[in-house]
DNA sequence: CATGAATGAGTGTTCATTCAT
DNA sequence: TATGAATGAACACTCATTCAT
């Protein structure tokens, strides 16, 4: 995923050893606490540096300047992300498509809500930032990952595949994200989860994929 | 929409007379520009006075401070917005579920890419703001006139209607900001476009709401 | 006293109708208002036309800046204490000097304390002020006053009462103000005046001009 | 004295290296220089930080607002006082109580006539502040002091000797400030000083003290 | 004359970034 | 190499004053 950070956010030094990992950890750990619990215009590099118990200028040893702590702590976050959608898909190849819509939309929403208040705090991050080419980077691996999964389905009819996988992910992806940003009451949110299954079920039949 | 305004993020006045509407619209139509062109991180006071081309002193007789002037942006697009959907949904009160569904997709998808500098303008506006009332007024606002169109419907079998109007709206609105964060190419978001009607029809008569 | 401010501290126009005079008081009077409840630095000309029912403009009209305002105000102040001290010394023509000295404490020290406040937010707005000139005109009226009376004591014998007069009255108003500055319990405060006036006798019984 | 600094108005750090110690000074002599030679109206953080040869940033390092800048001169100022008072105080335990008088009228008159401007300055930049604690504490210091020494005198009866020193205190203290903020002549000042002094012995004479 | 909207220089304060130690 | 004091451009916001209506 680094590989396609634009030049001028590359972190300074990928750290080899294991204290320049812990470092790096602590600092996008310190992160994440400020900008949930102070929000995104309260998080200084001085803030981040003293709670990661750092000094500013080691911290700019790492990334030199704070767009690139922000660009890296994002790269991370969809690389953990992909990496969930990745296991996911491989899990449940060759198994039918009902299943895979499940556990797809199961992956993503838990890991959206598991912990909601990092991800809105991200969110907000992102601002700040040239992101389209992380964006852009995350989609096409899962857009792979969940294309090559379907493929295998067990009860699927060769057909536009590439279509309907797209349309799939973006309906998911993006319901999901709606379906987080209003605060809906809990139950109404399962319900919703349950309804999106059912319509990506009922496409998937109407499409004739499967 | 200016009435769930949280008391301290409330314009200070509201514009009466013509000079003053014209002197409100230069700030709004100042900010956005600067926004498209720059990014929030350049939008600062000044320079959206001095581009909308009055004093600064204006600029803060009209709005208390910065949060107030976005704030009072991203209103009025939601407010412009929920007009819209209100209207498409009204004009196609007692028509076929179909048509509802086509309509409301086309309404939704050429506001966000009529103006699509703008529309990303706004997203990131919202970082620094409190905006939850905001969307949630519109959310409810949306809600309502979807419902009543869907209740509407010549085709329509009394059933959890409610529910799934929910499912539709956070479905298709989520899939349109998705669809257009990601850099699809034009063909690929037609294509997404028409997927996502026939999904939506699909899902109607799998639930046996038609 | 006006005739002593210098030319760029007056005000504008001397009210001579009745409604010019009603407008002045009431700026003035919300001048001190918004000072005892506010300090000096919440004071702008705004809220004290807002304040005095009138329209900035129309202040301007009166005083053709802030300076000139406060040293209006000052001036108001000081020549009303001026006339009670002026009063106070006539009324003790001829008098024993016991009772001079008791009277001059006494009519200093009530004018002080009667509104404690305005005297104090007086004093704090003296700083953005170019008041020596009040002062010392303060000061030569006082001084004259004082001296007619001393020299009409019953009981004085002729020495260099010019002196005796600067000692005593530097001395009351000095003391009366520190008595004041510092935050006595009632007491202390009352004991101190005794005190005074029980000084300022052996003083004179000491110099012999008794 | 810097113990009784309310919390907000403390400053950062108690410069601990020579450095720091330099600096600290250093922008209280800019301070003081502006002070003297703008008037408090012109002294902006800006100026003080340029006039003190450091850059804003670093002022604000060592005072978190501009308060914190002239609460803490003035502490230091009253803390300089307070020690010449004491020393006075000290040094003439024992003697005879005229000599105290003098003594304590000698050390007030000079400290204040010293450098008359920065004593000037200093009392017009109390008005943005709230030193209500720093006086108070500066009085209980002098008290004590002066208490002590008066209670040591060879040539006093043991009476009511708080109410005399707080008689004393007060009207010295008072009659110099007032002294000093008339513009007398400076014969005229030295004629009051002399007679100041005068009236204290009398006054003890009279009270029975001596 | 009275009004009050408009002005814009000026203010206190922050914070990403550097670099001497 | 790590530190954190120093930097200073940049910002949001205020308010005395003016002048068209």
């Known amino acids: 995923m680094s590989s396609v950070a634009p030049r001028h956010l590359k972190a300074r030094k990928t750290p080899r ?7 790096v950890d602590a600092i996008f750990e310190a992160t994440v606490q400020l900008l949930v619990a102070d929000g995104p215009h309260r998080l200084t590099t001085t803030r981040v540096a ?6 500013v200028g080691t911290m700019y040893q790492y990334f030199p300047h704070k767009q690139a702590l922000l660009y890296a702590l994002n790269a991370r976050y969809l690389d953990v992300l992909s990496e969930k959608i990745e296991a996911t898909c491989h899990a449940h190849h060759g198994a039918p498509l009902d299943a895979m819509i499940d556990a797809l939309i199961e992956t993503y929403w838990n890991a959206k809500t598991e912990r909601a208040d990092v991800t809105r705090a991200l969110y907000r991050t992102a ?3 040239d ?5 852009e980077s995350f989609a096409a691996r899962v857009d792979a990952a969940t294309l090559a999964m379907f493929a295998s ?5 060769e057909r536009d595949l590439a279509s309907v996988n ?3 992910v973006t309906v998911i992806f993006g319901t999901v994200r709606n379906a987080f940003e ?5 139950p ?7 309804q999106l299954a059912w319509m990506c079920r009922a496409y998937l039949a109407a499409t004739g994929v499967r």
């Open 166 to 168: 797209l349309t799939l």
């Open 127 to 129: 601002v700040e930032l």
């Open 153 to 157: 389905a067990s009860d699927a009819k």
């Open 50 to 55: 003293e709670r990661a118990g750092v000094s």
């Open 188 to 194: 109404a949110v399962e319900a919703l989860r349950g």
């Open 131 to 135: 992101n389209e080419a992380l964006i």
């Open 17 to 23: 050893q294991a204290r320049a990992t812990a470092t």
């Open 182 to 186: 209003r605060n809906l009451p809990p």
